[in-house]
C-alpha cells in the first residue's frame, strides 16, 4: 500500500507557471486518503516558500516544508566551507543559512545550478577554480527542462559546459542520485516500498526512483515520452498518461 508519493514538479506537477491538469485534484486525493505528497525538485533557484506558494495558486495544500530542493540538499550533504556559485538567489540563500561563505577567490567548492544569466565569464572562473583544487559540484545533472513554451536548458547543459572546460567531472546532489531521494524518505517518514516516486524524466525521475528502492511512475506530461522506454536505463513500474491513471494505481480502494 502507498501511504507517501514523491512528485517531480517541472514537466509533472506544473508547465513553467501552468498547471498540469488533475494536478491539484490528484493531491486533494491524496490528503483526504492520509497519503503525504512531498514535492522534490531538482531545479535550485526557486526557495521552497517560492513554490509552495506557485503550489497553494492551483489548491493543493503546501508549505515549505512539504518542499525538497536540490539546492537544499546540496547545502545539506556538503560540510559548510567556502563557495563560488554559478546559481540563482535561492541556491545562494540556501548555501548561507547553512553556513557556507559565498566567494570568488580560494574556494573549497564551486557549485553549478541552474542560472539564466550564465556567462563565459563564469564558465571560466569556474574553470580555472576547479584547475586550482576546487571541488566541482552540481545540484542535478538537468539537461533539459519542459515549460509551457517548449524544452529548454536546464542545469545539466551549464554543468557539461563547465565539465567540459575544467576536465573533470562533478558531485551530483541531486536526481538521479539517491542522496536527495532519502532525504525526501526522511521528511516523509515512509519506507521505500511503502513510496511511490513519479516524474517525467526517465534519466532522473526514475533511475532516482529505483535506486532508493521505491515504485516509480514515468507520467508522460514532461520530457519523457513512451518510445523513449525502449532505450531506458530503468524501466517505471508503470507508465501513465496523466494523474487520474495515476490515482487508479494508488488509490486504497484499488489496493
Not at 24 to 52: D, K, M, Q, W, Y
Not at 198 to 203: A, K, P, Q, S, Y
Request: glycine share 10%; aromatic share 6%.
Amino acid at each position: 500500500m502507498i501511504r507517501g508519493v514523491i512528485l517531480d514538479l517541472d514537466g509533472t506537477v506544473y508547465l513553467g507557471q501552468a498547471e498540469v491538469p488533475g494536478a491539484s485534484a490528484f493531491v486533494a486525493r491524496c490528503h483526504a486518503a492520509g497519503i503525504r505528497c512531498l514535492f522534490v525538485t531538482n531545479r535550485a533557484n526557486r526557495t521552497p516558500a517560492e513554490v509552495a506558494e506557485q503550489l497553494r495558486g492551483y489548491g493543493m495544500p503546501c508549505g515549505p516544508a512539504d518542499v525538497l530542493t536540490s539546492a537544499q540538499a546540496t547545502a545539506r550533504v556538503l560540510p559548510p566551507g567556502r563557495a563560488f556559485c554559478i546559481g540563482e538567489a535561492a541556491l545562494l540563500q540556501a548555501l548561507t543559512e547553512a553556513g557556507f561563505t559565498i566567494c570568488e577567490e580560494r574556494p573549497d567548492y564551486v557549485i553549478v545550478g541552474l542560472d539564466r544569466n550564465f556567462t563565459y565569464e563564469k564558465l571560466a572562473r569556474a574553470c580555472s577554480l576547479i584547475g586550482a583544487g576546487a571541488r566541482f559540484v552540481a545540484t542535478n545533472p538537468d539537461r533539459a527542462l519542459k515549460l509551457a513554451t517548449g524544452v529548454m536548458p536546464g542545469t545539466g547543459a551549464i554543468v557539461a559546459a563547465v565539465e567540459a572546460g575544467s576536465g573533470q567531472a562533478p558531485l551530483v546532489i541531486g536526481k538521479p542520485g539517491r542522496l536527495i531521494m532519502d532525504m525526501a524518505l526522511a521528511m516523509l517518514g515512509t519506507r521505500p516500498e511503502e513510496t511511490l516516486a513519479v516524474g517525467d524524466n526517465l534519466v532522473t525521475d526514475i533511475p532516482a526512483g529505483a535506486t532508493a528502492g521505491m515504485p516509480t511512475a514515468l507520467i508522460l506530461t514532461g520530457v519523457s515520452r513512451r518510445e523513449d522506454l525502449a532505450a531506458a536505463s530503468v524501466a517505471p513500474t508503470w507508465v501513465v498518461e496523466g494523474f487520474e491513471e495515476l490515482w487508479q494505481i494508488i488509490s486504497p480502494t484499488s489496493n
